[in-house]
């Protein structure tokens, strides 16, 4: 018993020491705060010596003019503390203790990242840190149920204040045609937080969520109605079991699918038989955005046709013998 309990004891200490000896958990790099931007105005103070007081807006080039420097600062993509240290060591020049008390009076320069189309809080939105695509659209209230597959991202201006290990600009991206460069992603990617789906946004970007192309499902079904493409696609069995399957006098062996040809509005006519599909033996017809899926009613067969007839005609009889009869109700 003894011996057990050393031998646990030994197997303890070495345990303890093999853990003790790992690295610390690397934590991430705190937040370098907001960083300044053309338009920003700063408001400097220095305690006891009021002639070196100011106030300057960052200019176009990033750069603040100061009355007391021939050479204007640098104050873009700099944050509160490190502007008041710079400004503090110019005025060492001047002044024995400097105290120096800077502040960000007004952020007026940074233009908003805006978040439309297909989702269901359209916003704009002041990016005072970095953020997301996906932090912007659960901003926006998420996805609407119309939203297609893709999202798209315009970068309307050059970045400001980007890392030089960010992928920021987008001037070499292969785009749409537009002067504006632009990048799609699969929402499906974004929301699950791909890196290369998940960009950083910027001051100025548009963020647009594309409307899904519909598909219309009509005739002999138990729910017709347009159904929006998703980017996963949709196949002629799987629309059809969405709307609650076909109708009993549904013509099923012979479905028409009506389908733009490309770059034309004229459409051509394919045909899908809906048992062999449900059997395995045809293959599924994937849909095309803007197809018209028409399930028409099936022919009747002779005896059908038959029963029909005679059914009206026996209904057609009852009611002319009862036609001149009088009615009367009897307590």
Do not use: H
Not at 237 to 260: F, N, Q, S
């Amino acid at each position: 018993m003894k011996l057990k309990l050393l031998l646990s004891l030994i197997v303890s200490f070495f345990l303890f020491c093999a853990v003790s000896a790992q690295p610390p958990a690397a934590t991430p790099e705190p937040s370098k705060g907001y960083l300044l931007w053309p338009g920003d105005e700063i408001t400097g103070k220095v305690l006891g010596e009021s002639d070196f007081d100011f106030v300057a807006t960052v200019n176009e080039d990033g750069k603040i003019e100061l009355p007391f420097s021939d050479k204007p600062v640098v104050a873009r993509c700099k944050t509160e503390r490190e502007l008041r240290t710079e400004i503090t060591e110019l005025l060492g020049k001047y002044l024995r203790t400097p105290q120096l008390n800077l502040r960000i009076t007004d952020r007026k320069g940074r233009p908003p990242a805006t978040v439309s189309g297909e989702v269901n809080s359209p916003t704009q939105v002041t990016l005072m840190r970095k953020a997301t695509l996906l932090e912007l659209l659960s901003v926006a209230g998420g996805t609407k149920e119309e939203a297609g597959g893709t999202v798209q991202v315009f970068r309307t201006q050059p970045p400001v204040c980007a890392d030089a290990s960010e992928d920021a600009n987008w001037k070499t991206a292969i785009n749409d045609g537009t002067d504006v460069p632009s990048r799609l992603f699969k929402i499906s990617d974004v929301k699950v937080g791909k890196e290369d789906s998940n960009p950083i946004i910027y001051p100025g970007d548009l963020i647009v969520v594309q409307k899904a192309a519909p598909v219309y499902i009509t005739g002999e079904v138990a729910n017709p109605q347009g159904i929006y493409l998703k980017d996963d696609g949709l196949t002629l069995y799987e629309a059809i079991a969405k709307l609650g399957g076909p109708k009993r006098e549904a013509k099923t062996k012979d479905i028409k699918v009506y389908r733009l040809k490309a770059n034309s509005k004229d459409r051509e006519i394919l045909s899908a038989n809906y048992d062999l599909i449900q059997k395995g033996e045809q293959k599924d017809l994937a849909l095309a955005p803007y197809d018209i899926v028409v399930v028409d009613k099936a022919k009747d067969s002779i005896a059908q046709s038959i029963l029909k007839l005679a059914v009206g005609a026996g209904k057609g009889v009852v009611s002319s013998m009862t036609g001149g009869i009088g009615y009367k109700v009897l307590y």
